[in-house]
């Protein structure tokens, strides 16, 4: 076929009604300009025509095609079909019309539908700059059409400020949204059929411009720079950022600053605004930009009505790297969070204002510098002398404990401690101060940006960890908050009280979700479990309940401690539950209802559980001032130790397993190794200036055995999801906080350690202090000590960036998966690569091997999983059922079952060996 030029249409449509076969267009006028001919508005491939009926009060956009379109009529069949089916009150309803216009003497197809008459959205953005409401409002607006979009199963494929249209709303005074153009439109009927268009490049995803993508995907970016374009234009500053930025061809953004942010001043400006939720805004755009087009998150999921999930750290940390701006200490440098001085976690927020607080500060300024100075000259003394202790006033750290005795508190010299938590490595203490009652508990968020406190001043508060500012306090229960659990994807946060009842909340806006009550006494524990299914709480009635989370239903009553219940926690697999009284410690199964296991022996009165992250042990504290290690399946006592002169009212295991952290009435915050007992650090808690002594009835409803009469005691110990940070809740109505440097770096020394830590040997495993005395304890071994830490080897051969990595159960070989399509298997002693798995036809996100080695299991973005032989390399397996991307895999312990978390949202479990 022989398409008409612009002319020819021209010509022809000034002759409606001899040449249109549609008897609507046969009865119309064309629009015309002053000189009265019509007007066309020409595209890439063809010119549009407005057409009025005679009455004026309905209009057509007639499209007239000028060059071949593939598969022209079976794409416009499809959207119009889609589209009639949809019903999608922001888009336009078509017709196409095979036999559309006659052009001398032929008959060629048209796209009859209804005329949108508004302004583009880059040209109703200007004139509301000054009305940075208006543009909050489009926002909210413009995040509803997104979520209608997906469910409806349509892509638009080329989402601009020129194809959003504002139209006059029903009501006076207001405006709707139309998308129009719908050329690159994507409906299931079309898949694989392309359709020859990119969309504009100021708003597209780079790989989509750079491989003509054309999938259901393909408009998630173009949401996310829009949206984004919107939330930075409502602020006080978006006139600016419009004068600067906009060049009429786009929202803000444009093509470069999305292919290369690194030298996008834009990005970068936004980046460091000091807004956090701006900050993850951009955070969130520039990670997509630079990964693969399907890996873009749909907005809808990220949001929480407006506001926006924070960024993990790894995510800030990737972030920084493709910006290419510097990387502070996470959370401590004042000069990084805000250069202005915004009070952050230096400050004491108690004793800031205080004139005599500050003249005893500037008084201990000046102390310290003495100090500092004596003991500068003491151990220039003691070296010249070859003496290797230090003064009296460092602090002995306790030896190991055998495992079924009690720690004895005797000093022995530091080189027998080679951990990552010695003294030297902390950095940093701070306080949190807001809080108007006793602080009862604490948690992290699974990212770590956030920490919520309960109190009996009867809320919770939400902490910020980069800037230590306040973020929410959540108000609702009528007395105590006992404590506080954030659920495992951070959305949420149940607290419960002294009122009876347990309260689920909305991490990110501090709306109240749920009200669960049926307890007949104060609920002292709560805590998620089934992937923030299920609430688990601890009451003064003796009882445990466990909730539904979604839905606040009362699904099992746990019966048979008799005492108070003061702390629950679920298993990993959330299979069972264990739960801590006054009488005893008992572990049930969740599905059952039924107790497993009763722990006699934390006496008198059990305070505090958990169980470790693998699910294998379980650490109890009391009131009398001991830690009991069981097994979580035999209930075997393991070990008990007495890390603390007075009881203990919160105990916690670090992310690994091997560290836990306890707190109690004599006010220090120990950390100690979970197998040994060995204790590393010792932080010792020194109540605030002015801060009045809690009656014992607010700190909790106990009768404490053997309690310092002037003690505010610790009630809760946290450690952040990276164990870099310890958090602690005192009575004292404060949160204290403490960073200790993992790597081995130049910390500030709150204790100094009693002797010089050697220099490392040349090789792992043979650090000795002396030829007479050999280290006898296994964490001696490690490499992870102050200047101990080495590059063994740097694996290059991926051709794409990386995104996952495992060892092998020996520690032999390393697994890595990259966006290159491939799994690559190295020897992990000499850094050599050993096989390459190539199969999967996307990124692959995850690999795992099997405990014994032989198998390795991959995760991909292609929506499959692959089980490969792990020592020739052959594909043995592909697991086909998500219906989304693949982003993580794991073997079960014995090798039969193979676990996997996908974006559709599911997670799956596969028989490793039949793939069903």
Known sequence: MTWPHSTDYFEAIQSPATNFSDPELRQTEPAVNALGLPVACSGNFADVYHLRAPDGRRS????????????LKERYREISRHLEQARLPFLVDFQFLEQGIRVRGEWYPVLKMDWVEGQTLNEFVREQLDEPETIELMLQLWLKIEPRLHKAQIAHGDLQHGNILLVPGSREDTVALKLV???????????????????????????????SLFTPDVDRFPHFVI???????????????????????????????????????LLRNLWNTGDRELHAWVGHLVIASQSPLEATPLLSKLLTDVHISPLSYADENSVRTILGVPTPVPGWSRESIDPGGTPGFERDPIVENDPDQQAIKRLWSTVAVGVVLILGVFFAIMRSSGTGTHPETSVPVPAASNSQSTTKQQGVPNTEIRSDWVQANVRRSSVLAGHTGVVNCVAFSPDGQRLASASTDRTVKLWDMTTGQEIQSLKGHTSDVMSVAFSPDGQRLASASRDKTVKVWNANTGDELLTLSGHTGGVMGVAFGLGGQRVASASTDQTVKVWDATTGQDLLTLKGHNGTVQSVAFSPDSQRLVSASWDVVKVWDVISGQESLTLAGQTPNAMSVMFSRDGHRLASAGLDGTV???DAMTGVKSHTHKPHSHGIMGVAFSSDGDWLASGGWDQTVRVWNATTGQSSLTLKVHPLAGTTKPSLQEVSEIR???????????????FSPDGRRIAAASADRTIRLWEVDRTGGNGIAIVPPRQPIPKPADSLGSISPSPSKPLESPIA?????????????NLTGHTREVGGVAFSADGQRLASASDDQTVKVWDAASGQETLTLNGHSLTVRSAAFSVDGQRLASASFDQTLKVWDATNGQETLTLKGHTGQVTSVAFSKDGQRLAS????PTVKVWDATSGQ
């Not at 153009?181 to 790989?207: C, F, K, N, T």
């Not at 071994?781 to 080897?793: H, Q």
């Not at 978390?901 to 559709?904: H, K, P, R």
Request: proline share 9%; aromatic share 8%; with cysteine.
């Open 628 to 630: 009991n290690l069981w």
């Open 181 to 211: 153009d719908y050329d690159g439109m994507w409906v299931p009927s079309l898949a694989g059929i392309p359709s020859g268009e990119v969309g504009h490049p100021s708003y597209q995803h780079p790989e989509r411009s750079r491989k």
């Open 60 to 71: 057509w956009a007639v499209k007239c095609f000028t060059r071949p379109v593939p598969r």
């Open 227 to 265: 949206a984004l374009a919107l939330r930075c234009l409502s602020q006080p500053e978006g006139r600016q950022l419009w004068k600067t930025y906009d060049s009429g061809e786009n929202l803000l953004f444009s093509r470069p600053d999305l292919e290369v942010p690194a030298k996008s001043k």
């Open 901 to 904: 978390a996908s974006l559709d």
């Open 704 to 718: 404490e055995v053997g309690r310092a009469d002037d003690s505010l005691p610790i009630t809760s110990v946290a």
């Open 781 to 793: 071994k490690t490499e992870w000590i102050p200047g101990n830490v080495r590059e063994l080897a």
